[in-house]
């Protein structure tokens, strides 16, 4: 198992802005995201602010990312054959999303600190030159958050 953190600036004011994103580089490895958090720092949410988790086909343009390495995994084994990316807002050039949403959604409370720990049972399998993104909702600006993912590879 491996897992990678990172810190998200705000997002502008526009629906369907990506937060983060997590990318799978590998043209044949598949990996799947088994649970995600997020906090907001520094500010809290607007009023009624609120995500959901959308496919994404292509990156986008991150402010910036986090490559995870050998560190990252659970008994520090091996680096991800993945090469798995944490993308993190604010983007230039925002991730190409799916048309279709994923059940994963959320609602944060108007606080400092407000945020969720969103375990995925069975996993979300995500494919070679694959990814997905966290979106707000809202067209309203968006705190920045400390987000976590941990992943599976090679679970077969």
Do not use: C
């Not at 810190?7 to 990506?18: I, M, N, V, Y």
């Amino acid at each position: 198992m491996y897992s990678v953190r990172g810190r998200s600036a705000a997002t502008a004011a526009t629906a369907d802005h990506a937060v983060w994103g997590f990318w799978n580089p590998h043209s044949t490895q598949r990996i799947k995201l088994i649970a995600f958090s997020m906090f907001a720092q520094s500010a809290a949410p607007a009023a009624g602010w609120s995500g959901r988790l959308r496919r994404i086909t292509a990156r986008g343009t991150a402010g910036s990312t986090v490559t995870p390495g050998i560190s990252n995994h659970s008994t520090r084994g091996v680096a991800p054959v993945s090469g798995v990316l944490l993308d993190l807002a604010a983007y230039s050039v925002q991730p190409t999303l799916d048309t279709v949403d994923t059940v994963l959604g959320y609602t944060f409370a108007n606080s400092q600190g407000s945020g969720l720990v969103y375990p995925i049972p069975g996993g979300l399998e995500i494919g070679p030159g694959a990814g997905v993104a966290f979106i707000q909702v809202p067209a309203t600006a968006g705190a920045a958050f400390e987000i976590s993912a941990s992943w599976l590879e090679d679970w077969l």
